[in-house]
């Protein structure tokens, strides 16, 4: 059964260990035409929750260099994936009808799959015109996602399909994404650990 904070929304039990700031460095590491490009960056990460049944995320990076040049960000939400329920919010502004379907940690149990793990989703995008939908499983403290879909604007650059693992080892968030992008298959491309900088509480709602 989990273990729930009761200031959470029982469906973020199996999430909740992401909660809060992060912040750490790591190395970014990928072929493009004949050559790799390889960096060294610090990134600060924070996953943080609204009164709602998902996080909202926040990514931002930088080179290890003399003027710390920007190097990527992303924004995005994450949740379990599940069925709707006519208590779900939306679509648009539309507010949710009737009590949670998912509202207490014994109704978050049903969720789970045959083998521990829960079904999970998460939408992020990029400042380029990129938006990435991500299907995968959470078991425990260890997170494995991989593109169902990747959209993109026409002013962005080639990027086809992406797989994330996100793992909490010695109270440390470790991270690793694989990209397929800019004609290359899927790739090593970066990994980074990072330590958490906030204390893991529920955002004001």
Same mark, same amino acid.
């Given at each position: 059964m989990l273990e729930l904070d009761p @200031?959470?929304?029982?469906?973020?039990?199996? +999430? #909740? $260990?992401?909660?809060?700031? $992060?912040?750490? @460095?790591?190395v970014l590491s990928f072929p493009v035409?004949?050559? !790799?490009?390889e960096r060294e960056f610090g990134q600060r990460v924070s996953f943080a929750h609204h009164g709602?049944?998902?996080l909202a995320y926040e990514a931002y990076a930088w /080179?290890?260099?003399d003027e710390l040049t920007p190097l990527a960000a992303e924004t995005g939400f994450w949740r379990l994936a599940r069925d709707p329920a006519q208590s779900?919010?939306?679509?648009? /502004?539309?507010?949710p009808e009737g009590e949670p379907a998912y509202g207490t940690a014994e109704a978050v149990e049903t969720l789970r799959r045959p083998d521990g793990a829960f079904d999970i989703q998460a939408l992020i995008s990029h400042p380029a015109g990129v938006a990435e939908l991500y299907l995968g499983t959470i078991a425990g403290p260890r997170i494995d996602l991989a593109t169902d879909a990747v959209m993109r604007?026409?002013?962005?650059?080639?990027? !086809?399909? &992406? !797989?994330? /693992? +996100?793992? +909490?080892?010695?109270?440390?968030?470790? $991270?690793a994404w694989d990209l397929?992008?800019?004609? #290359?298959?899927?790739? &090593?491309h970066a990994s980074a650990r990072l330590a958490r900088v906030v204390p893991s509480e529920a955002s004001d709602q």
């Amino acid at each position: 059964m989990l273990e729930l904070d009761p @200031t959470l929304p029982a469906e973020l039990g199996p +999430l #909740q $260990w992401l909660i809060g700031g $992060w912040e750490g @460095t790591g190395v970014l590491s990928f072929p493009v035409g004949e050559r !790799t490009i390889e960096r060294e960056f610090g990134q600060r990460v924070s996953f943080a929750h609204h009164g709602h049944p998902y996080l909202a995320y926040e990514a931002y990076a930088w /080179m290890l260099d003399d003027e710390l040049t920007p190097l990527a960000a992303e924004t995005g939400f994450w949740r379990l994936a599940r069925d709707p329920a006519q208590s779900d919010a939306g679509p648009g /502004m539309l507010p949710p009808e009737g009590e949670p379907a998912y509202g207490t940690a014994e109704a978050v149990e049903t969720l789970r799959r045959p083998d521990g793990a829960f079904d999970i989703q998460a939408l992020i995008s990029h400042p380029a015109g990129v938006a990435e939908l991500y299907l995968g499983t959470i078991a425990g403290p260890r997170i494995d996602l991989a593109t169902d879909a990747v959209m993109r604007g026409a002013g962005a650059k080639e990027h !086809t399909a &992406s !797989t994330r /693992m +996100l793992g +909490l080892v010695e109270d440390h968030l470790l $991270w690793a994404w694989d990209l397929a992008a800019l004609g #290359q298959g899927l790739e &090593s491309h970066a990994s980074a650990r990072l330590a958490r900088v906030v204390p893991s509480e529920a955002s004001d709602q």
